[in-house]
Each structure stands twice: as structure tokens, then as C-alpha cells.
């Protein structure tokens, strides 16, 4: 079992940064694939990074690539996700999300457990 809690959300204007952190607990975090996601009013929730049990380079989605940064400390049960260079339509709740399986994963039915979501918005 895992609980996760996303904080660090905000309110940002373009062009500017957030770091976005996911806490979890669980003696088996460093076991799990994990995953940001985000859903804007209106729309599918999607997937936006994610970084495999034993860390390494991050995966991305195309519209966040060489913005967005996601890393792991699996000392602390966090995975960060630094987001930089932000645009309006980044504005979205984003949700921390945790897989089971190895490997990385773009679709939420991979994902075991999710977080609460924390909000973001950027201001043109």
C-alpha cells in the first residue's frame, strides 16, 4: 500500500517555475514506477512524466519536454517534478501516481495509486 500527497502547486505567471513535490509513505516506495499526470476543466487526465523504480533519466511528454524535469530520492519518498518556463495552457490540476509494474507507463490504468492532486495555474 501506497499513500502519496502532492504539494507545491500555485499560482505562477508565464514564464515562470514551480517545483511541484509528491510524498509517500510505504516501506515499498523504491519498488514503484512513478508517474505526474495533470487534467485541465474539461478534459482527459494526462500523463506528463515519469521516472522508473531505480531512477535514472525521466520520460516526458512531448508538450512539457525540455521544460519539465521529474527526479526521485527513494531515501526520502519523494519525486519531485520541476517545471520550468511555464505556459497558460500548463494550468491543470496535477496528480502524483504510482505503478506496481516496471517499466514506464503513459496511460493512468497502469497506476495503482494516486494522489490528491495539487493545482496549478499559470497567468498569461
Known amino acids: 500500500q501506497v499513500q502519496l500527497v502532492e504539494s507545491g502547486g500555485g499560482l505562477v505567471q508565464a514564464g515562470g517555475s514551480l517545483r511541484l513535490s509528491c510524498a509517500a509513505s510505504?516501506?515499498?516506495?523504491?519498488?514503484?514506477?512513478m508517474g505526474w499526470f495533470r487534467q485541465a476543466p474539461g478534459k482527459e487526465r494526462e500523463f506528463v512524466a515519469a521516472i522508473s523504480w531505480s531512477g535514472g533519466s525521466g520520460h516526458y511528454a512531448d508538450s512539457v519536454k525540455g521544460r519539465f524535469t521529474i527526479s526521485r530520492d527513494n531515501a526520502k519518498n519523494t519525486v519531485p517534478l520541476q517545471m520550468n518556463s511555464l505556459k497558460p495552457e500548463d494550468t491543470a490540476v496535477y496528480y502524483c501516481?504510482?505503478?506496481?509494474?516496471?517499466?514506464?507507463?503513459?496511460?493512468?490504468?497502469?497506476?495503482?495509486?494516486w494522489g490528491q492532486g495539487t493545482q496549478v495555474t499559470v497567468s498569461s
Open positions: 501516481a504510482a505503478s506496481q509494474y516496471s517499466g514506464i507507463y503513459y496511460n493512468t490504468g497502469r497506476y495503482d495509486y
Open positions: 510505504g516501506r515499498t516506495f523504491s519498488r514503484y514506477t
